[in-house]
């Protein structure tokens, strides 16, 4: 693979992908409860949640659980299924766009409590619901050049505080139609953490290889999708449509890599909307998309991961995976796996 924004990793290998549920669940339908004043005062119709997005329930943390416990939890059964111990690691990217705090990194809370060595590079890497995929290509490059044996990736979102916020400002009576098209993104939002121990291909027998990838952007769009922990405002269809966009720019030379005969296509998991017309636009065939948005919601840069976590008992040896990723802003990228 050649050109701009393309990549090729050469022994670099996922030696273990595993999830982390949060264990509260939580539906759409309630959601429409505490929302039936506004929708009635607004002559608006519920349901939008399961029958446009295709969500019939999410996830949430306990209250007081952080994402760098969830994170953490996630790394740690990512070792224990790699079979290595902490001593091993020599980088740790926290990837997640849920924290607690500006600084310091929610890396270094995690390396703490996975008791990493002090030789273990650590920091976060952030890049909206892209971040994992693009920590995975810089733990590879560092693989590749033998800088460290094994990287850890972790990621640990939750979606509680932002929706519970967003239902009481929308439940209010100063609520209007537009707040209520721009907060209802946040409304598909899940919670859960995921994590992948990425190794050499040639010294871990049974790992799956991490082939090449390629990335792409059309940072015009940045304004669309803005968010905090306690609100975020997002322009949905305009979204849905660059993004889609800057997709099918990553996509212009898929036939020469092969991409349209995949075993697995493992998608960001965002709604039943993007997915149909995502497959429509890049002539995937939707019967070889695997679907977790519809009990998680979207978990943000955790979906890949925990779609592929959910994925991997069901993969056989040779298969072809092509992850899709985007992340608002807007970046997009596809990375292929040898299983």
């Known amino acids: 693979m050649s050109g701009n924004a393309t990549f090729n990793l050469k022994d670099t290998a996922i030696v273990s992908v595993t999830a982390h549920h949060a264990p509260e669940v939580v539906t759409s339908a309630s959601f ?26 999410r996830r ?5 659980h952080t994402f760098t416990e969830a994170a953490a939890e996630a790394g740690r059964k990512a070792m224990a299924a790699a079979g290595i111990s902490p001593d091993a690691v020599g980088l740790l990217i926290d990837t997640s766009v849920s924290r607690d705090r500006v600084e310091p990194s929610s890396a270094v809370t995690v390396h703490h409590l996975l008791d990493l060595p002090t030789s273990c590079l650590n920091f976060d890497l952030a890049n909206a619901c892209l971040g ?69 291909h040639s010294e871990n027998a049974g790992s799956h290889r991490i082939v090449a990838g390629i990335n792409r952007a059309d940072t015009s769009h940045h304004k669309l999708c803005v ?28 036939e020469e890599y092969g991409w349209l005969a995949m075993d697995r296509y493992v998608i960001h998991q965002i709604s039943s909307v993007h997915t149909s017309m995502l497959c429509e636009r890049l002539g995937i065939d939707a ?42 802003g807007i970046n997009a990228m596809a990375l292929e796996i040898a299983w």
Not at 40 to 57: C, D, K, M
Not at 231 to 249: C, F, K, W, Y
């Open 132 to 200: 994992f995929m693009n920590a995975m290509q810089v733990a590879g490059m560092m693989l590749d050049s033998h800088q460290i044996d094994f990287a850890l990736i972790v990621d640990g979102e939750g979606s509680r505080q932002p929706q519970e916020k967003t239902l009481e400002r929308l439940a209010s009576d100063e609520a209007t139609a537009a707040d209520l098209f721009a907060e209802f993104a946040t409304l598909t939002l899940g919670s859960g953490a995921a994590a992948m121990v990425l190794g050499r």
């Open 60 to 64: 949430w943390w306990p209250r007081g």
């Open 287 to 328: 019967t070889r998309v695997p679907l977790t948005y519809p009990r998680l919601g979207n978990t943000g840069p955790a979906a890949v991961p925990l779609t592929l976590a959910q994925e991997s008992a069901s993969l056989n040896a040779g298969d072809r995976v092509l992850c899709l990723g985007m992340g608002s």
């Open 227 to 254: 968010g905090t922990l306690d609100q975020m405002r997002t322009d949905t269809a305009a979204l849905l449509d660059a993004g889609l966009g800057v997709s099918r720019l990553a996509w212009a030379n898929a």
């Open 32 to 57: 429409d409860e505490r929302l039936m004043h506004t929708y009635e005062r607004l002559g608006t119709q519920p349901g939008l949640l399961e029958n446009l997005a295709g969500i019939v329930e």
